[in-house]
T-cell receptor
Framework: EADIYQTPRYLVIGTGKKITLECSQT?????MYWYQQDPGMELHLIHY???????EKGDLSSESTVSRIRTEHFPLTLESARPSHTSQYLC??????????????FGPGTRLTVT | KNQVEQSPQSLIILEGKNCTLQ??????????LRWYKQDTGRGPVSLTI?????NTKSNGRYTATLDADTKQSSLHITASQLSDSASYIC?????????????FGRGTQLTVWP
């Protein structure tokens, strides 16, 4: 079982609210990721980080922002939630490995519903 | 365009039976192929990772095969159990970027009935 945690697990919130999804890992991994997943669909990378003070946007355009002030913590923030943000958000981290053969560990996810 | 296609989209089998899930990909340049198991409402958990030179890898009752020439992979589940009910996701990594981009399939939803 991977030591990567996400809170809250479920969140129902009204339009226009600011929200922060928390992600933390205790494995000391430098690389961390945020994915968005709709039911029955593939995961899409929305943000990633190589390490502290490093953040990059992923393949899928997202209105969310991320920060990486500490190695173990990679929170995602939505300044003004909208119904289109309703989705499951998965955080992941990866261990160092040879080339691209690294193991990627996922958190349990946050199911966000914006009403 | 780099893509990962999985079939079938969903599958129902009886407990104790075997099944095989398929994955076709067009990702290039290829680095490795992974199979993940995702329980409902949970994050994916890695089952196997195979590189170009590996054509089979087992993890308990799960056996993955890879044909890098035809760009196909399969995941065979032996003697299925109720706990095998989940989505099985095929993921291919390229070696064309420092990040090692992962391309995800949509998954096969497996249901095991008693």
């Amino acid at each position: 079982e991977a030591d990567i945690y996400q809170t809250p697990r479920y969140l129902v919130i009204g339009t226009g609210k600011k929200i922060t999804l928390e992600c933390s890992q205790t494995m000391g991994h430098d690389k961390m990721y945020w994915y968005q997943q709709d039911p029955g669909m593939e995961l899409h990378l929305i943000h990633y980080s190589y390490g502290v003070n490093s953040t990059e946007k992923g393949d899928l355009s997202s209105e969310s922002t991320v920060s990486r002030i500490r190695t173990e913590h990679f929170p995602l923030t939505l300044e003004s939630a909208r119904p289109s943000h309703t989705s499951q958000y998965l955080c992941a981290s990866s261990e160092p490995g040879q080339g691209n053969n690294y193991e990627q560990y996922f958190g349990p996810g946050t199911r966000l519903t914006v009403t | 365009k780099n893509q990962v296609e999985q079939s079938p989209q969903s599958l129902i089998i009886l407990e104790g039976k075997n099944c095989t899930l398929q994955c076709n990909y067009t990702v290039s340049p290829f680095s490795n192929l992974r199979w993940y198991k995702q329980d409902t409402g949970r994050g994916p958990v890695s089952l196997t990772i195979m590189t170009f030179s590996e054509n089979t890898k087992s993890n308990g009752r799960y056996t993955a095969t890879l044909d890098a020439d035809t760009k196909q992979s399969s995941l065979h589940i032996t003697a299925s159990q109720l706990s095998d009910s989940a989505s099985y996701i095929c993921v291919v990594s390229d070696r064309g970027s420092t990040l090692g981009r992962l391309y995800f399939g949509r998954g096969t939803q497996l249901t095991v009935w008693p």
